[in-house]
Every structure is written in C-alpha cells, then in structure tokens.
C-alpha cells in the first residue's frame, strides 16, 4: 500500500514570495490533515479536511494560508507571501476516518525562508 | 499552560537500558492517547495507540495511562540504537474536536 505522498521535500524562497507544497493522502482515507511543525516543536494542525470539505481551519492564518481538496483526493497548501516564521515542515497526514488518533503521514515538506 | 508537557530532552542511554518517556496533560476530556515515533527528516509514525486508562504492551514497548493524574508514559525495554528518534505524545478527544494534539517530543539517543 502506498503511503502518503508529499512534494516538494525542500523548498527554499525570500520573504514575500509564494510557495505551494502537494499532498496525496492513502489510498480510500476520507480524512486529511495538515500540520506545521517549527524546529523543536511538536506538529500544529494549520487545517482538517474530511472528503473536499473544511472540518476545522481556525489555526490557519487565513491572511496568507490557504489550502484546497478540491475533488476529496489530494491537497495543496499555498503561502503567500511567506514570512521568516513560516520556516518549518509541513507535514501531510491522512486518516481512513474522523475521531481517530491513527494518522498517517507523509514524509513531509521542509521549507526555509530567508 | 499548554494542554500537552512533554520534556524535550535529550535524553542519551547506552543500549540496552530501559527508557521512560512521559506526558502530562490538562483536559479531561482525552480519551485516546498515541505514541508517535519521528525519525530525522521523516515523518512520525504511530507507534501505541492506547483507550482510557490501563497499559499496553507491543514487543519491547508498553504504553501506560494514568487518567487520574494526567500522565501517560511509553516505556522501551532492551532500548537498540535504531530506537534513536524523537518520540512524540499525542492525544484525542472523545466527541467535539476529531484533531489530534501533539506534545513537542522528547528526544531519545540511545548509544552502543
């Protein structure tokens, strides 16, 4: 079974510009979550999907964070304009079901931002 | 106070020493609790996935739940150096929010 699928994995940009980060959960997972996770933190939901719907965004930062699950499948995450604290990785995380600690995730994708 | 404590550490043993690693957390209302294994550039991966309170054990891993004091623990017998991770904590509400919410990690060097 493949496992979740994240690209880039490294991604360097100035402050100001965009970036976006892809995500393709496991196969049949209704559920889809990303993370942040800053250098010697734990992992932060930045947003919860279930299917292509928004289950929870209120840790967002809406001003310049968006992410979409158009067709409940795969995601993307877009920055823009990133500042120097969106340093970080961004984890990708999928789950067969709602209400379940069972998170599966992607290798993730590692952004640093001069 | 952050809803989950985790001490970041590190915490070096030599190998084959028994490690405890621990979580204290505020709600009450946590009633899944999960060990998450992170190795260096990759992404965690569950490790115990335990309900309420009691133990449970998977090979050289056993995870306890101390509901009453808020305080959970994963213990690792006979530790190896590709027991060499950060281990994360983790923690899920029954009803109301479906996001499980994570501890920093507790770092774990284990040498030959």
């Known amino acids: 079974e493949a496992g979740v699928a994240q690209s880039p994995r490294y991604k360097i940009i100035e402050k100001r510009q965009s970036v976006a980060f892809w995500c393709n959960p496991i196969s049949g997972h209704a559920t889809l979550y990303w993370y942040q996770q800053i250098l010697g933190q734990g992992p932060k939901l930045l947003i919860q999907f279930q299917n292509n719907g928004v289950v929870d965004d209120s840790q967002l930062p809406k001003d310049r964070f968006s992410a979409e699950r158009l067709k409940g499948v795969d995601s993307t995450l877009k920055i823009q304009p990133a500042k120097l604290e969106d340093s970080a990785v961004y984890l990708c995380?999928?789950?067969?079901?709602?209400?379940?600690?069972?998170?599966?995730f992607g290798e993730g994708s590692r952004l640093t931002v001069l | 106070q952050k809803e989950v404590e985790q001490d970041p550490g590190p915490l070096s043993v030599p190998e084959g020493a028994i490690v405890s690693l621990n979580c204290t957390y505020s709600?009450?209302?946590?009633?899944?609790f999960m060990w998450y294994r992170q190795y260096s550039r990759k992404g965690p991966e569950l490790l115990m996935y335990?309900?309420?309170?009691g133990n449970k054990e998977d090979g050289r891993f056993t995870a306890q739940v101390d509901k009453s004091s808020k305080y959970i623990s994963l213990f690792i017998r006979d530790s190896q150096p590709s027991d060499s991770a950060t281990y994360l904590c983790a923690m899920l509400a029954s009803g109301g929010s479906y996001i499980p919410t994570f501890g920093r990690g507790t770092s774990l060097i284990v040498h030959p």
């Open positions: 709600n009450s209302a946590f009633q899944y």
């Open positions: 335990t309900y309420s309170s």
């Open positions: 995380a999928s789950s067969s079901t709602l209400n379940t600690g069972e998170l599966f």
